[in-house]
């Protein structure tokens, strides 16, 4: 009868850690993940999940792309043959967000593919995590010239301290986990670019627009 207590009370105990945050709201997970992030990523290796991570994720981007379009609606100068401000800030909110998501994905199966092969031990919901929450200071502040770069490169560090903690890794390892992503969507990116200035129907595309 006792240990059958006992066990119930483990139960209840268990339940309530899981459960409980000392970051339950959005603002407080912002401020955790962008001035607490050791503890926070602590505390999240508990209680990773990919649905939690990608609304959390949704929400900045969309944050960002809102204030992004104002910026742009602000400073918009019609041109010839451009398109209404109305129809370019929702093509290009559309796209952002698309390619957000994707790079999220992309990006957190690379990153855990090779945590995983340097003996990392965590999993692809705290991987996704930690990409996701690192994600936070290039959101909030990418869209200033010059805080862009900076609040990129803090990210990068967050994610490689969170990448350490949920795939007890060391920093350096932590570090090639992210940064070797990164540097081959890079590389695509710029193989894809090569090609298509290469490419003869880009060029030939490129010239009857011009001609236009």
Known sequence: ???????????????????HTNYPTLVGKVRGVLFECSSFFEEMKAR????RS?????IIVLVYLAVVSVVYAVTYKPEARALPPSQAI????????????IFLFVSSVLAHTTARFLKGTGTYAQTLTVVSFGSTPAYLLGWVPFFGLL????????QIKGIAIMHDL???????????????????????????EAN???????STATTA
């Open 1 to 19: 009868m006792a240990s059958h207590k006992n066990k119930d009370a483990a139960e209840v105990k268990k339940q309530f850690t899981k459960e």
């Open 90 to 101: 929702a093509i290009a909110a559309i796209l952002g967000f698309a390619v957000s998501v």
């Open 54 to 58: 990608f609304v959390y994720f949704a």
């Open 48 to 51: 990773a999940s990919v649905s």
């Open 200 to 206: 003869p129907f880009t060029a030939v595309a490129n």
């Open 170 to 196: 060391s920093q350096g390892k932590a570090a090639t986990s992210i940064l070797f992503p990164l540097a081959l969507i890079l590389a695509i990116g710029v193989l894809l670019l090569v090609w298509s």
């Open 151 to 158: 609040a990129i490169a803090y990210g990068a560090i967050i």
